[in-house]
């Protein structure tokens, strides 16, 4: 079964996508990605939603416009892709409701009947809510691909994603959490980013602003746990620089680079971690990169050597969803969400003809691999 993964993450910046022809047998799910690709946002609409995203207050309107022309983005980038059975998309998460360490509410937009409409494909989409309505997080999801492709690795491993928030997927305790920011922090530092980590390999980390905003309380709750541009947002960086000198932009971006590889190598170390799988934008920023080796004994891979190219992961693993929830089988792990059960997620949009899914499996899988 071929599904079309849509995905766009915290980083905001456009939609990746990923095709993967699914089957299964005796447990092994095989993965045989055909296609994957990136759409960047039109730099107006990226603009809107940067303007929407907290502490940004908008409009019921605004609200409705986005949903629909991020409906229509994502309508473009299916089309674009290439053939496929089903479509699993994300959207783009505007609002993740904490109070008291749980998640209460979660909110993605991007009407998934304008995907459905342009391409006549059934439509899984609203996946992260019904692990919050069971008590999870509702994130990160990501972890049921996770610890299926580290089934096997010799030693502690984990797996790594590095977008605009970080989160870490621990196998053999089977957990995962947001660490706290990858390269939200760092973006807002450099828009719309830090190329190939030239501004924060010009830098000079500076201890004293790095050491408060390590007092941040959020890497000392336990997880389950998740966090985003709600907390992170560019004004955090704004208040913690109140009544300071000047810091000079290579030397801020220095500094925050160095925020994300401390309070990543830290969840690292606690876990005592052999071999990490390293997925993500943050793979392609050598200064960050060298900053989180420098702080960790763990063998750090790239997602790509395992199968998984780095920037189409969490496009494959929306992939997957849509495969398990047409399948009727679970796609989250509790012990990761922090959810009561697992549970099949997303809503459906029929396409252009009846809606038909394949026959229910009645066991899930073991054991995964890319071709």
């Known amino acids: 079964m071929r599904v079309l993964g849509l995905m766009s993450g915290t980083s905001h910046d456009g939609i990746d996508s990923a095709i993967v022809d699914w089957s299964m047998e005796d447990g092994l799910l ?21 303007a929407a995203l907290p502490p940004g207050d908008v409009s019921m309107g605004e609200v409705c416009a986005l949903d629909t022309l991020i409906g229509q983005e994502f309508a473009e980038a299916a089309r674009a892709a290439g053939p496929a059975d089903l479509i699993c998309s994300h959207g783009q998460t505007f609002f ?8 209460l509410g979660t909110l993605q937009l991007g009407q998934p009947a304008w995907i459905a409409e342009r391409t006549g ?102 997880p389950p746990k998740t966090t985003g541009k709600e907390l992170f947002t560019p004004g955090y960086v704004r208040r913690a620089l109140a009544g300071r000198a000047e810091i000079a932009r290579p030397d801020l971006v220095a500094t925050l680079t160095a925020l994300t590889a401390e309070t990543v190598a830290a ?84 396409g252009s003809g009846p809606l038909v899914l394949p026959e229910p499996l009645a066991e899930a899988p073991v054991a995964i691999r890319f071709l």
């Open 30 to 50: 095989t993965g045989t990605i055909l296609a994957t690709g990136e759409r960047p946002y039109p730099g107006g609409l990226r603009a809107r939603i940067v």
């Open 96 to 103: 993740h409701w904490v109070s008291g360490g749980q998640v």
């Open 121 to 222: 494909l059934p439509v899984v989409s609203d996946v992260r809510v019904r692990d919050v309505t069971a008590g999870g997080q509702g994130a990160p999801l990501v972890s049921y691909l996770d610890l299926l492709m580290l089934n096997g690795i010799e030693g502690r491993s984990g797996a790594l994603n590095l977008g605009g928030i970080a989160n870490l997927t621990v196998a053999g305790a089977a957990i995962a959490y947001d660490t706290g920011p990858a390269g939200a922090l760092i973006d807002a530092a450099a828009p719309p980013y830090d190329k190939d980590g030239v501004l924060g390999a010009a830098g000079t980390v500076d201890e004293d602003l790095l050491e408060v905003l390590l007092a941040e309380p959020y890497y000392r709750e336990a």
């Open 267 to 350: 969840e690292i170390r606690r876990h005592e971690l052999d071999t990490v799988v390293v997925s993500g934008g943050g793979v392609r920023n050598p200064t960050l990169m060298g900053m989180l080796r420098a702080r960790t004994t763990a063998r750090l891979v790239p997602s790509d050597e395992v199968g998984v190219p780095s920037d189409a992961k969490e496009a494959i693993a929306f992939s997957l969803f849509g495969w398990l929830t047409a399948h009727g089988l679970p796609a989250t792990v509790p012990s990761c969400t922090g959810a009561a059960g697992p549970r099949v997620l997303g809503t459906i949009t029929p």
